[in-house]
T-cell receptor, first 113, second 117 residues
Framework: QKEVEQNSGPLSVPEGAIASLNCTYS??????FFWYRQYSGKSPELIMS??SNGDKEDGRFTAQLNKASQYVSLLIRDSQPSDSATYLC?????????????WGLGTSLAVNP | GAVVSQHPSWVICKSGTSVKIECRSL??????MFWYRQFPKQSLMLMAT?????????EQGVEKDKFLINHASLTLSTLTVTSAHPEDSSFYIC?????????????FGSGTQLSVL
């Protein structure tokens, strides 16, 4: 069964620090990888998408992908209290015409002022 | 950015009644919409994949006769929870995949909190 695994946390970092969130996946042929942020009681919002090995930076966020190790991470620089949320890793499996995301359980991040 | 409107945001109903949730893509056409359910402190659980003009594909363990999905147009999908029971109380979220997108991105509705008394 295809799986996406994340440490549930909570991960606690002080304001201004770097928060590092990790995700591993089991399906070696996965091609698309996403990080979503979800505040309590709200629906997920897309933070980053990454498709090829290496780093992808967008503002304070950097996604890192290593397909050989089946590992994708999200770094949040200069963490702010408003970054406190659950971060969901999602991996796209290509099952013919019924492509769908496989979701991790999420990592809870708390940024302390 | 693409906008997905989900309505209602929250609903309280009596046990045994039916509840309809609407999901609309406002500024793009969505050939595929996904319906998720999320219990407190748990991740998203895919219930079904809704394809425009065809029957929905349900995930294992999801009762298709209880959770009726209709995707009659490229911009609207509905989920009807029939004969709701307290155990159906959950956060229901729809998402839409943008037609023609080279890479897969989902746009989420704001979710519907269902409470069944």
């Amino acid at each position: 069964q295809k799986e996406v695994e994340q440490n549930s946390g909570p991960l606690s970092v002080p304001e201004g620090a770097i928060a590092s969130l990790n995700c591993t996946y089991s399906d070696r042929v996965s091609q698309s990888f996403f990080w979503y942020r979800q505040y309590s009681g709200k629906s997920p919002e897309l933070i980053m998408s990454i498709y090829s090995n290496g780093d992808k930076e967008d503002g304070r966020f950097t996604a890192q992908l290593n397909k050989a190790s089946q590992y994708v991470s999200l770094l949040i620089r200069d963490s702010q209290p408003s970054d406190s949320a659950t971060y969901l890793c999602a991996v796209n499996t290509d099952a013919g015409n019924n492509r769908k995301l496989i979701w991790g359980l999420g990592t809870s991040l708390a940024v302390n002022p | 950015g693409a906008v997905v409107s989900q309505h209602p945001s929250w609903v309280i109903c009596k046990s045994g009644t039916s509840v309809k949730i609407e999901c609309r893509s406002l500024d793009f056409q969505a050939t595929t919409m996904f319906w998720y359910r999320q219990f407190p402190k748990q991740s998203l659980m895919l219930m079904a994949t809704s394809n425009e003009g065809s029957k929905a594909t349900y995930e294992q363990g999801v009762e298709k006769d209880k959770f009726l999905i209709n995707h009659a147009s490229l911009t609207l999908s509905t989920l009807t929870v029939t004969s709701a029971h307290p155990e159906d109380s959950s956060f229901y979220i729809c998402s839409a995949r943008r037609q023609g997108a080279g890479n897969e991105k989902l746009f989420f509705g704001s979710g519907t909190q269902l409470s069944v008394l």
